[in-house]
């Protein structure tokens, strides 16, 4: 039976090139985050880049990049 009291996490990101690898693993540390999903807000940085070198290295998280 699917866990119906996960929690989603929706985060916009713009520039976070410097931080967003920390970012998500801290998120997808805590026990209640079913999904995380990321929406770029038009980095003109690494961001987007480092999102999904992060997403190919740990194929089976629940990261979405939008």
Excluded: K, Y
């Amino acid at each position: 039976m699917p866990n119906t009291s996960g929690v989603w996490v929706v985060a916009a990101c713009f520039n976070e090139q410097e931080v967003i690898t920390s970012f998500i693993e801290r998120v997808l540390a805590l026990s209640v985050v079913d999904r995380l999903v990321l929406i770029d807000d038009g980095s003109r940085d690494a961001t987007v880049e480092r999102i999904r070198h992060w997403q190919q290295d740990h194929r089976n998280q629940p990261v979405t990049l939008l």
